[in-house]
């Protein structure tokens, strides 16, 4: 099962067509421009004008103390020390170039939600080598070709090192990054020829995710069915394509701001669902997040309420899954300013942490703030800060100076803390961007 936590110049035209519609027409050229400042369109958003918020510099802190702690924090995750401060890992050249995979030392796997987080964060910072060396690793070892296997299309969400694998079928959250880092990195790198023709392989993937047919069929844990990773009646995104549980979603899997780029520069057929799974996604965390806490639970149903899946009761809790729900609402406000419900939830999520004591909140709760432990932990405090994106409340800042004020996480559980506190440095440093084609900037 998934995780317990868990372009071109041709198309110019539609693209501010669709904007258009939808908002106001913005500067051409590339949307992400680095330098612009904090401020932020209120009307339309970041992915159009171009201007992100830079959560640090309104805290404070120097521009070029906060491209140094960027910095400082990729070189200790991705080149580190392999014993203790690294989650990167060479492995190797193939036919096509170098190899590289981002482990999960706790558990001492590799998942597609780390792969492809590796990569946006290597697009974002321009570090192509990077990408391209993980890209390539989860081609040769995760991705399934085989027409006749139930995740024909799809990643293998956990597999070991050497490329074994653990379980054969997806996480979709793996796939959404995936999509989206492949698109960004065709818009500021431009297309290569076959592995590395990205565009190209966003839109198979893309088009899979949404179209692909039911497939039944061996895996390394017996016979499985599996389908499509949107349901296309509730335009909404699965917890799994196995059909047993393929009625469920997960909050943290929803990624409204991600669709909005699909329905602008993905496989044009399909735009009209992106935007429609954008909006519904909108409507599912204001369902699904409680309405004292702003809490949501790691795994829930179509309609919102929480499930506790058989063999993971905890599921209808908030736990590691359920952190990441804020960032993503969060980034969905501060990118395309659609859904002012957004500001609300991250001010009642943050009031309820500040509640808590904001050196001494723990990591898992149920969904009406009865603590469950787990601690403090660098993951959470990166994601709340995050949710400043959103917030409009002066106490957001004080998230903010807890992000900056954490170092890069070392030691045994550097994983998942770490792509979350890297992820969110870029967000608060207002250099996480949506990459636009050249003279097709929405």
């Known amino acids: 099962m998934p995780h317990p936590r868990a372009f071109h110049a041709a198309f110019a035209a539609f693209l501010v067509a669709s904007i258009l519609g939808a908002c106001s027409a913005a500067p051409s050229g590339l949307v992400s421009r680095p330098g612009d400042g904090p401020a932020v369109d209120a009307a339309t958003g970041a992915a159009v004008t171009g201007r992100y918020a830079d959560l640090f510099a309104e805290a404070g802190y120097p521009r070029d103390g906060i491209d140094a702690k960027i910095e400082s924090a990729f070189a200790q995750l991705f080149h580190g020390d392999p014993e203790h401060e690294a989650v990167y890992y060479d492995a190797g050249r193939n036919a096509d170039g170098p190899l590289a995979y981002i482990l999960d030392v706790n558990n001492d796997d590799v998942r597609s939600e780390g792969m492809s987080y590796g990569m946006m964060i290597a697009v ?36 070991k090192a050497d490329g ?81 549980n393929a009625a469920h979603t997960d909050a943290s899997y929803h990624l409204p701001a991600f669709y909005e780029v699909w329905a602008r520069v993905g496989p ?34 179509f309609d919102g309420t929480p499930w506790a899946a058989s063999w993971h009761p905890g599921s209808a809790d908030f736990r590691y899954d359920a952190w990441r729900s804020a960032m993503n609402w969060s980034v969905d406000w501060s990118w395309w300013r659609a859904d002012p419900r957004q500001v609300e939830l991250s001010n009642r999520l943050q009031a309820f942490f500040a509640a808590q004591g904001m050196d001494g909140y723990q990591s898992l709760y149920t969904l009406d703030g009865t603590p469950l432990g787990g601690g403090l932990t660098t993951g959470l405090v990166a994601m709340n800060a995050v949710a400043a994106l959103a917030a409009d409340h002066p106490r957001r800042l004080d998230f903010v100076r807890a992000l900056w004020e954490r170092p890069a996480p070392t030691g045994q559980h550097r994983y998942y803390d770490g792509m979350l506190y890297m992820m ?16 097709a900037a929405p």
């Open 424 to 439: 969110a440095l870029l967000h608060a440093g207002g250099r996480f961007r949506a990459w636009w084609p050249e003279g």
């Open 164 to 244: 074994t694998a653990i379980d054969e079928m997806p996480a979709p959250d793996g796939e959404e990054y995936f999509i989206t880092a492949l698109y960004f990195a065709s818009a500021r790198w431009g297309d290569g020829e076959g592995l590395y023709d990205y565009r190209a392989h966003a839109d198979r993937i893309l088009h899979d995710v949404l179209h692909r047919e039911p497939v039944t069929g061996p895996t390394n844990r017996g016979e499985m069915t599996a389908t499509n990773l949107f349901d296309r009646d509730a335009k909404m995104v699965r917890f799994t394509p196995d059909v047993v």
């Open 268 to 301: 044009e057929a399909d735009r009209g669902f992106w935007r429609e799974a954008a909006r519904t996604s909108r409507d599912y965390f204001a369902r699904a997040a409680h309405p004292r806490t702003g809490l949501t639970s790691d795994y829930g149903n």
């Open 124 to 159: 974002q910072l321009d570090r192509k080598r990077e990408f391209d060396a993980l890209w390539n690793w989860a081609m040769t070892h995760t991705y399934h070709a085989d027409p006749a296997h139930p995740a024909h299309g799809y990643f293998a969400w956990s597999v």
